[in-house]
């Protein structure tokens, strides 16, 4: 068990800049989630903390240890690869046990610990067969099951579901919790899936281009994104943008745009005029015959339980999700009001959270 | 068009036109050979009649009675042993410290493959200079240790003859496994050796447990083709000991040319390449079966 502390991160491959001064911490039995589009640091701030990348600057911390320099095997962590990386040439349970065998651990116990593992990740039948012999999940659970038996101090993983088809993935994303539950073990999960951050994440570090846009659990992140970037990545479908300004009409502050007016509450910290986005995310937008955004159906999805009804509102193009009994066809005029409270305003200069 | 053209010579769908210029080349270069060999080990050359006659299994038989052949059998295996167990970790070695982007290692590289462009008679020479008694360098230095008594040269005392020619071998064709176990390397993923590092192991464990399994295949390689080249030795011995002193470097393909070209016996000659033909079969397909690996 361990904390983890990044102090002002920096990675430069060659000439190239890829991460500046990133700073975090992250507690004992934490499961945290780096999540962010490809290319954005996300996997090589991972591999820095396992040691298979340089730090190029800053103070990386397990425990108490500044680990900058400590080889990976000494850094007392586990990680689960994209690729699952197994050793082609071993079986199951020599994969497995292959941590525990290096440690000179007694024959006894290492079996006892790969059956142990085996049997949570419903691995037993596949103990004598090699990784060339197993399925894309199975693989990926033999991965599982080498970090499982090594008692780190901190899991890695890197896009471990990446490479498994949607239902298997939904199945693992579960089993990888559930253990997290069970073991406590501090973990640090990178992905791209914002589902994956979404339901599985303590804590989500949001990541664009090196840098760090947002931290805070998913309820955080995803009711109040701190800047348009986190809004626009966070949630599907997307959140809807209109660009305008903030007015007073009739004494409330009012987010006015072309063909478009919306009540805003009145502890708005938007000064009058202020140039800003509007963001709604879908899911916030309801019919209604008072609604004050009147719009233009253009088409209809279900996508099971709900429909997306994408519209032309004054030029705009928007999507609102409503329950499948609401549904519109194409043409029909509609009329949708906000939420309460699930306006979020940007500023237009700056990009950054205003209310 | 250019295109139509270049299709009007590969009309034929027919498998024979494009086998023929092959099957060809082997019927006449290795099938009619190996037949007539046969034929032969079952004749014999008759200078005063200059004629070959019918002797049946004689050939055989006398090969079967022959300490000389018996004794060439042995010097064989001795040298393909020692030189195979040389070249194989002297190669690893050397291929695992090379195998990085150090400065300097890229031309070093490159360097290796010198030794193997020189035609292996010639480096019989070098050596057999370097080796000479009273003005070769390997022979100075050695006594100079104390390692070699003067009134005993290398190459003409039959305790340290082998050993003599094998040094110029194992010179000559490391370079050929280095080369080879470099490529092997270099195809190798990274991924497994980073989870074994995470995994805790050290560097010899990941030597051991990872990168020789995973090199296995090449390695198999390595030995069949070095292995099979190793017993036809000739060259070497033929040039720096003609087999001597007494007959303690006369391998077997040495023999055999010797019963061929200088006794004129064409049919035992021909009988012993053909026991040299079938123990190199034999054992290439006994290391292939036992060698195969799984992954």
Redesign the interface.
Known sequence: MATVEYRNIAKNFGHVEVMKDVSFGIADREFVVLLGPSGCGKTTLLRMTAGLESVTNGDLLIGDRRVNDVHPRDRDIAMVFQNYALYPTMKVFDNIGFSLEVAKVPKAEIRKKVEWAAEILNLTPYLGRYPKELSGGQRQRVAMGRAMVRNAAVFLFDEPLSNLDAKLRTHMRVEIRQLHNRLGTTTIYVTHDQIEAMTMADKIVLMHAGRIMQIGTPDEVYERPNSKYVADFIGSPSMNFIAGAVETAGGSPHFVAEGVSIGLSPEIKAKPGQKVIMGVRPHDLGISDAGEIKGEVVLSETTGADVQIHLRVAGYDAVAVVPRDERRNAGAAINLSVLPGKVHLFDAATELRVA | MRVAKARRFVVSDHPLPWLLPLVAILLVFTVYPLIYNIWLSFHEFVPRRRALEFVGTENWVQLWNDTRFWQSLVITFTYFAIALVFELVLGMAIALLLDSDGFGLGFLRGVLTMTLVIPPAIVGMMYLLMEDPQFGVISYLLQSIGLLNPNNPILATASTALAGVLVAEIWQWTPFMVLIFLAGLRAL?P??Y?????????SF?IFR??TL??M?KVIAIAVLVRGIDLFRVFDYVFVMTSGGPGASTYSLSLYAWQQTFSFVKWGYGATLSLVTLVIILVIANLFIRIAKV??
């Open positions: 993923p991924e497994p980073e989870a074994a590092m995470i995994d805790g192991a050290s464990q447990r990872i399994p995973m296995s799984r992954w």
